[in-house]
C-alpha cells in the first residue's frame, strides 16, 4: 500500500524532463496545484511549446546535463529513455536528497507514484491501486469524472484540439508515497486520534516508524527522516527547513507544511482520497467522502485489485508494449459471460452496485478465484495463440 498525501506546490520549484504527453500530464498537474514548473527536453507537445511561449513554464530546450536536478523540491523524470530516467533518479534523490522523486512507470526508482484525479475547481479526488492495477485506476477515474461532471488530467489544456492557458487553481497535489523501509517520524505529545489513523497507515505502508515526544527528540531523528508528522510546527527545528529536507505535516497547522493527510476511502490496495481546494466546501466534501465510502468499502474492490496485481507480471512479459498490455486489461476487465445474444461491458459495479453478471469482477469478490484465474489464462493463451 501507498502513503496518500496531498502536496503544498504553491510556488515550490518542481522539474519534469521529458516533454511528451506524459510529461504534459505531469506539467498540468504541477500548475493547477500552483508549481514553479521548468522543463528539460530537445522536444515538447504542442500544448508544453504553448505554455513556455506565454511564460507559464520555463523550457529548457536541450537534453539533461549534470547539475539540472539541484534545488528542486520535486522532480519527475517521464523521458522514453531508461538511461536518462534512472540519472535523473540518481542524481535527484540519492546525490541531492530530493525527497519527491518520480520515475514514470518504474517504481523502484520512485518517491512517489502519481495518482489518477478527477477536479470540478472545488473538489479534487485521487484514486491508487498501488500500482496493482492501473486499468482499474482508469475505470474508477472516468466514473468519478461523470459523477461530478468534472475534468480529469487527461482532458485540461486543450479547447477543440487548440492548446490553452493552464491556471493555478488553488488545489493541493496528490500523490502516494512509498514508504516501505523509509524512515518517518511521529512528533506528539499525545496519540491523538488523528495522530493513531496516521501511525496506521504508516506501519500499513511498510514505513520504518519512529515516535519520540518532543523531549526525547534529538537531531539524529530528522537527519535521515522521509517523511515528519508533528502535531505542532514549533516542535520541529526550523533550522531543518529547505525545499530538500524532509517532507513534512503540522497538524496544527496544516498550511505552514509540505502536505496533509487526505479524507481517504480504503478497501486493501484501493485507495480514495477527497479534498477541497483553499479548505473550502468541507461540508459537500464530507457528503460525497460518506458517499464513496458506502460504495467502494468492503465491496470487493480491493480484492479484486490485488488479484489483478498477482497476474500482473505474467502478463507484463506476455505483451512487449504499453498499448498491447493496456489492450488485454481492458478485454480481461470488460468481458461478461452472456447467455444471450446481447453484448454487455462489465461495470464493475460502479453504475449497478447490485449487478450479478457473469465476470471476472464478480467471480473475484465473490470467491471464485479458481474461475477467475482459469479465465485469465485461457484469455492470455487465446490473444498468443
Known amino acids: 500500500m501507498f502513503y496518500p498525501a496531498h502536496v503544498n506546490l504553491q510556488d515550490r520549484k518542481c522539474l519534469v524532463v521529458g516533454g511528451g504527453t506524459v510529461a504534459e500530464r505531469k506539467v498540468v498537474a504541477m500548475l493547477i496545484s500552483g508549481g514553479d514548473v521548468t522543463v528539460i527536453s530537445p522536444d515538447a507537445t504542442e500544448l508544453l511549446t504553448f505554455l513556455a511561449q506565454i511564460g507559464t513554464i520555463r523550457w529548457h530546450k536541450r537534453q539533461l546535463k549534470v547539475g539540472d536536478t539541484h534545488g528542486y523540491f520535486l522532480v519527475c523524470a517521464a523521458t522514453d529513455f531508461t538511461a536518462i530516467n534512472s540519472a535523473v533518479f540518481a542524481e535527484a534523490h540519492e546525490k541531492n536528497k530530493i525527497r519527491l522523486v518520480n520515475v514514470v512507470d518504474v517504481i523502484p526508482q520512485c518517491t512517489f507514484a502519481a495518482a489518477s484525479v478527477v477536479t470540478d475547481g472545488e473538489l479534487m479526488l485521487s484514486i491508487s491501486t498501488s500500482g496493482k492495477s492501473p486499468a482499474t485506476s482508469r475505470r474508477i477515474r472516468e466514473h468519478f469524472e461523470e459523477l461530478l461532471h468534472a475534468s480529469s488530467l487527461y482532458t485540461l489544456g486543450y479547447e477543440d484540439g487548440v492548446p490553452v492557458p493552464i491556471e493555478n487553481q488553488g488545489l493541493p497535489y496528490p500523490v502516494y508515497l512509498l514508504l516501505e523501509n523509509r524512515t518517518c517520524v511521529v512528533l506528539c505529545e499525545q496519540e491523538t486520534p488523528e495522530v493513531e489513523r496516521r501511525i496506521s497507515l504508516l506501519n500499513r505502508c511498510g514505513a520504518s516508524v519512529v515516535s519520540p515526544t518532543p523531549d526525547e527528540m534529538k537531531p539524529q531523528h530528522l537527519e535521515d527522516a522521509f517523511l515528519v508528522i508533528a502535531d505542532k510546527s514549533s516542535e520541529v527545528d526550523v533550522s531543518c527547513e529547505s525545499e530538500t529536507a524532509f517532507i513534512r505535516e503540522y497538524l496544527d497547522e496544516p498550511s505552514a507544511g509540505t502536505h496533509f493527510t487526505p479524507d481517504l476511502v480504503i478497501d486493501d490496495n484501493l485507495i480514495i482520497s477527497v479534498s477541497t481546494r483553499n479548505g473550502k466546501h468541507i461540508d459537500r466534501a464530507r457528503r460525497l467522502h460518506k458517499r464513496l465510502a458506502n460504495q467502494f468499502e468492503n465491496n470487493g474492490y480491493g480484492v479484486f485489485i490485488e488479484f489483478l496485481g498477482t497476474r500482473r507480471s505474467e502478463i507484463l512479459k ?21 447467455n444471450g445474444s446481447q453484448q454487455q461491458t462489465c461495470c464493475l459495479g460502479l453504475t449497478n452496485p447490485g449487478c450479478s453478471a457473469e465476470c471476472l469482477f464478480n467471480w473475484v469478490r465473490r470467491g471464485k478465484l479458481e474461475r477467475a484465474n482459469t479465465f485469465t489464462s485461457e484469455l492470455l493463451a487465446e490473444v498468443n495463440s
Open 318 to 338: 506476455a505483451f512487449p508494449t504499453p498499448k498491447k498490455r493496456a489492450d488485454f486489461f481492458e478485454t480481461l476487465i470488460n468481458d461478461v459471460e452472456m
